[in-house]
């Protein structure tokens, strides 16, 4: 079978007509397969959800318990055939629960990888390479210029501010789902083991990373009531980064303005969020770790979707390795 009779870009999503599927759809449709629970890939309103059991914990905590009409659990690894066409989902690590689908039907295998990195994580499962015909990557970071620093090195950075500034709030944007987590995560691996203080929009998802057995020490809600201006100096207070445009972040000592994103490579985009620190830190993966993936799972044929596609189609030309663009549209850098 044609790759692209197996699989092609829609006004909806990615279709597979064969099994009469969508991945990650943009818009509700009768049955979809999810990736992972950021909101510009799981959508409510499915009639039909297939994904990992986490991922649709993370949708039921985000859009309530009618977030589809009906839900089924794909555990990491276990066949299932959907219209005639073989599913399996294996780990992306990306966030908690995130899966690449590997779609397969009359000798053709296509792999999603959905949005994936390569790094260390104690908050989810590592990446696994799947061999396949072709493969779709992401390019959140697809050009040349991205390198990500060491997440370590990044942590350090952040724990020599609070040394430095003891008498300041260092308030750390992080998105909700994943880089919450993580960036608490490598704060314990550092050995800060002083209470993180979150903002009520991280709470449920924290708790549930919890009550999977993620242990992010203590968490305490980033509230002042019945305290002092200055009975927050000097702690860490994570929340996500539309908090910091309200009078929310402006409630605490001396705040000073963190980001934990893989964009804060570029000093332009720190600046203009009025970021004091910014923190290298991407759940997606860097140039050479996205050309590295390719190179690893040699795949007969690529393609790019959502980000820099035409770098990353080039290289892959250069290689001898077929690519194309997908030109998906619906998708951002919600999980960065």
């Known amino acids: 079978m044609r790759p692209d009779n197996l699989l092609y ?3 909806r999503g990615l279709y597979c007509e064969k099994g009469d599927f969508y991945i990650d759809p943009i818009q509700p449709v009768e049955r979809a397969l999810i990736t992972h629970g950021h909101a510009d890939h799981a959508r409510a309103g499915h009639a039909h959800v297939l994904a990992t059991r986490e991922t649709l914990d993370i949708m039921r ?3 309530g318990d009618g977030f589809c009409g009906a839900s089924q659990i794909a555990a990491l690894g276990e066949t299932i055939t959907v219209n005639g066409v073989t599913v399996r989902f294996h780990p992306a690590g990306h966030v908690l629960g995130s899966a690449q689908i590997a779609v397969e039907a009359d000798g053709t ?4 990888s959905g949005d994936y990195k390569r790094r260390p994580d ?3 499962r590592a990446f696994e390479p799947v061999r396949c015909d072709v493969f779709i990557t992401e390019a959140t970071f697809g050009l040349p210029v991205f390198h990500h620093p060491d997440d370590g090195a990044e942590i350090a ?3 020599m501010s609070l040394r430095q500034f003891p008498e300041r709030a260092h308030m750390v944007g992080a998105y909700a789902l994943g880089k919450a987590q993580r960036v608490i ?5 550092q050995g800060y083991d002083e209470p993180i203080h979150i903002h009520g929009a991280l709470a449920k998802l924290c708790e549930y990373y919890q009550s999977e057995g993620i242990d992010l020490g203590e968490i305490r809600p980033a509230t002042l009531a019945g305290e002092s201006r200055q009975d927050l100096a000097g702690a860490i207070v994570i929340g996500p980064p539309s908090a910091f445009a309200d009078r929310w972040a ?3 000592a001396e705040p000073l303005a963190v980001f934990a994103s893989g964009w804060m490579l570029i000093r332009q985009r720190a600046k203009q969020r009025g970021v004091e620190l910014p923190l290298v830190i991407s759940d997606h993966c860097d140039w050479a770790e996205l050309t590295g993936t390719i190179r690893e799972i040699a795949p007969a044929e690529v393609w790019v979707t959502h980000g820099r596609e035409e770098a990353l189609v080039r ?3 250069l290689q001898g390795i077929p690519a194309r663009p997908l030109h998906l549209v619906g998708y951002d850098d919600e999980g960065e």
Do not use: D, G, H, S
Request: hydrophobic content about 45%; aromatic content about 12%.
């Open 9 to 11: 870009p829609a006004p």
């Open 61 to 63: 905590i985000r859009y």
């Open 109 to 112: 295998r296509i792999v999603v």
């Open 122 to 124: 104690r908050t989810c």
């Open 157 to 159: 950075r952040l724990l």
């Open 185 to 189: 995560a490598l704060l314990r691996q």
């Open 250 to 252: 402006r409630r605490f």
């Open 315 to 317: 290289w892959c030309e």
